[in-house]
Nanobody, 118 residues
Framework: EVQFLESGGGLVQLGESLRLSCTASGFVFGNYAMGWFRQAPGQEREEVAQTLLTGTTTYTDSVKGRFTISKDNAQNTLYLQMNSLKPEDTAVYFC????????????WGQGTQVTVSS
């Protein structure tokens, strides 16, 4: 059974930092591309960042230079370091996994709330 344990969300103020963690089990973590998504109230879910098996990372434009995605295959854990947080970063953040040849993400975490106050 695939499971994710997400943590690190919370309430912070403008300009502060958070680090999200997502520990996975039930699949071979190192064989999957991993991503972070977020969904704000009334908005569609968007991909925030992804990390590929090659080590390549990509980010949505609004977080470039502020967020960093990383993974520790030995610990089966995905991270998202979020700096200089803004109120518009407020959302539920989800980690997800997909096969490297697949377009769609197959496995999803339960989400963790990030709230940034001004």
């Amino acid at each position: 059974e695939v499971q994710f344990l997400e943590s690190g969300g919370g309430l912070v103020q403008l300009g502060e930092s958070l680090r999200l963690s997502c520990t996975a089990s039930g699949f071979v973590f190192g064989n999957y591309a991993m991503g972070w998504f977020r969904q704000a109230p009334g908005q569609e879910r968007e991909e925030v960042a992804q990390t590929l098996l090659t080590g390549t990372t990509t980010y949505t434009d609004s977080v470039k230079g502020r967020f960093t995605i990383s993974k520790d295959n030995a610990q089966n854990t995905l991270y998202l370091q979020m700096n200089s947080l803004k109120p518009e970063d407020t959302a539920v953040y989800f980690c997800a996994a997909r096969s490297p040849w697949a377009r769609d993400y197959k496995f999803w975490g339960q989400g963790t709330q990030v709230t940034v106050s001004s």
